[in-house]
């Protein structure tokens, strides 16, 4: 009697079928433009909550596709993961497409296992700072730079001066700092299976083949695929979306200042993306 009523119902009223909940993350990370937000805490944590809150789901998968970015916003986002799959006793699953390198890929560590695509790029566990210098450009232009400070080196790495050595060193104090905490929470993350390649924290980036002999990834699949394998053919997949407004909306008031930020910004993430071949 209780198959027959089920048949005569909506195939997702009673269904047995487990509901696997998908939170996506794509997108340079803390790089922010009028009309393209870029991904941070800020712009993933109501997903990642109303993911984690289906109780009856198994587990809650990440979808990356990122080239990094901002340090912090990674290890913020990271951070939430863990916490949530700790709090409710979820584990989690991610899954690379095109790209999970430097920020992408340590938001990739939060999971308890990562799948790649054979031939997405995964790695690139390194920190760079990138920038230009227009000091002989400002001088061709006759343009005098005027800058006040408090404090002797308050103006360090200005563009438009000449750049120092003792300024470079800082920098590269702060970089280094920075590459031992990611570095860290790989090992944390990843434990033995990692290989002891000495490239391996170099900054290189790997196609998710070779990552996984690496030991970056865990397999080689995508989401649907093994989640039907792990979950079985009835798996419904429920991708949690954030709020977002229309384009237009933002657009409102753009003025010059802004449409320069735009600019920048779209060129900064395009300059992400493009150093991994895409």
Same mark, same amino acid.
């Given at each position: ?24 993350? %794509? ?8 009309? @393209?937000?870029?991904? +941070?805490? *800020? +712009? ?16 809650? *998968? ?11 916003? %990674?290890?913020?986002?990271? @951070?939430?993961? !863990? ?9 989690? &699953? ?15 560590? *939060? ?25 002989? &450009?400002?001088? @061709?232009?006759?343009?005098?730079? @005027? #800058? ?36 860290? /929470? #790989? ?6 299976? &990692? ?8 900054? &290189? ?9 690496? $030991? =970056? ?20 997949? !429920?991708?949690? %979306?954030?709020?977002? $407004? ?7 008031? =753009?003025?010059?200042? *802004?449409?320069?930020?735009?600019? /920048? ?8 993306? +493009?150093?991994?071949?895409?």
């Amino acid at each position: 009697m209780l198959d027959r009523l089920r048949a005569l119902l909506p195939g997702w009223f009673g269904s047995k079928a487990v509901t696997l909940p998908v939170v996506r993350i %794509s997108g340079a990370i803390g790089i922010n433009a009028p009309l @393209r937000p870029g991904v +941070s805490l *800020a +712009s993933v944590a109501g997903p990642l909550e109303r993911a984690f809150a289906i109780k009856t789901a198994p587990a809650v *998968a990440i979808l990356i596709n990122s080239p990094g970015g901002s340090p912090v916003q %990674s290890h913020l986002i990271h @951070r939430r993961i !863990r916490a949530l799959s700790q709090e409710k006793g979820k584990p989690v &699953l991610a899954f690379v497409e095109d790209v999970a390198a430097s920020g992408g890929y340590m938001i990739a560590v *939060a999971a308890d296992e990562i799948y790649a695509d054979p031939s997405s790029v995964v790695g690139s566990i390194g920190v760079v700072s990138q920038g230009f210098g227009f000091v002989g &450009l400002i001088d @061709r232009l006759g343009i005098e730079r @005027r #800058v006040h400070t408090a404090g002797t080196r308050k103006a360090i790495l200005d563009p438009f001066r000449p750049e120092q050595p003792d300024d470079v060193a800082h920098l590269k104090t702060l970089q280094a700092d920075i590459h031992e905490d990611f570095r860290a /929470l #790989v090992r944390e993350r990843r434990g033995a299976i &990692l290989s002891d390649d000495p490239d391996l924290f170099s900054g &290189l980036f790997w196609t998710g083949r070779t990552g996984l002999s690496l $030991g =970056l990834v865990d397999g080689l699949s995508d989401l649907r695929t093994l989640a039907r394998e792990r979950f079985g053919d009835a798996v419904r997949l !429920r991708v949690i %979306s954030g709020e977002r $407004g229309f384009p237009w909306r933002r657009a409102r008031g =753009l003025g010059i200042e *802004a449409a320069v930020g735009e600019t /920048l910004g779209v060129l900064e993430e395009r300059a992400l993306w +493009s150093r991994y071949g895409l």
